[in-house]
């Protein structure tokens, strides 16, 4: 990393580093979809260097083991071979978060009652559990979602809440936390939830040094935008993190910068120079970066025309969009829709 984490004083503690030590379980199978695995592992594994190299833990924050049904090899959706490092028959303590893993073939979850008996023993033990992707149908069969708000791989959650009426299934959710379970959406939104962690557990100021290092949004935009290339410069600032927050959800309306400026009740030359010297990028920028976002999900994973998703993104008509696009992706919207369309990655069959 290239900017070490200075931690509030209080972190420097010796009652606190021991504290802070959270041990993560990460169950995975034959056929599991490895991003749903290494993304979250990366993200404790980048907050584990952050902590030694300041000096706030002389030892990992984040110990991580690896559980499968017999410790060994195990094959990937992706044919890639990964090490278990302990049967997750054995562990019965000493986890703080435990993460269930998504995969391509849901049903390979849903036909191991000897798993499903275990996470249902472990749960009352940990004081995260969470899924990445499809791995909410493991703790939905589990029966540990009843009655929760969840999420899952996009593609997925008309069979999730048609096969679990008692859950309540919010598709376009990047991840929701409900009590201390939590649930992601599609594959690398598990990176999005481990920031969300490592944020709650540190402050935001290490999450977004492991997020930029990732190259990844700290909060990103846009629904569950599976193609989110761009880090905004998060803010600091309270009043400021809420204002991109609205920004976001309001990409319809006016969002000039005098009318930015009077929401935070400011003339618009402090505001812009504010948001500058906050942010790294002007609040133009950022409006139209946030609505190429929109527009990019839109235009992967829904059937809505150019038209209508010009319009749903907030650029008023489709010649502002393909000059946006042209400008910041070089590529028109039409032809990222063929790149990057709505076919089910899942379900793409042999020509």
Known sequence: MTTPFVPPSDHR???????????????????????????????????????????????????????????GPITTSCGLQIIANKAYSDVHDGIDTLLIAGTPEVDCLLCDPALQDWVRSIAPRVNRLASVCTGAFLLAESGLLDGLRATSHWDYCARLARDYPSITVEPDRIFVRDGFISTSGGITSGIDMALAMVEEDWGSELALLV??????????????SQFSAYLTSEAHRPELKDLQAWIMM???????????????????????????????????KFVEMARIDAARH?????????EAVAEKSGFVDTERMRRAFIRHLNVNPQSYRDRFGSANPYSIKAA
Not at 264 to 279: D, G, I, Q, V, W
């Open 298 to 306: 839109y235009l992967g994973s829904t059937k809505l025309t150019i």
């Open 211 to 224: 997020a930029r290092y990732l190259v990844v949004f700290l909060k990103r935009p846009g629904g569950q």
């Open 13 to 71: 503690s010796p009652q606190v580093r021991v504290t802070k030590i959270r041990p993560v379980g990460i169950v995975t199978y034959p056929g599991v979809e490895i991003l749903d695995l290494t993304g979250p592992m990366e993200v404790f594994a980048f907050a584990n260097h952050g902590l030694q190299r300041s000096g706030v833990c002389s030892e990992l924050a984040y110990p991580m083991e690896v559980l499968a049904a017999k410790p």
């Open 250 to 284: 309001h990409l319809t309306e006016d969002l000039r910068v005098e009318t930015l400026a009077e929401r935070m009740c400011m003339s618009p030359r402090n505001f812009a120079r504010f948001f500058l010297t906050e942010t790294g990028m002007t609040p133009a």
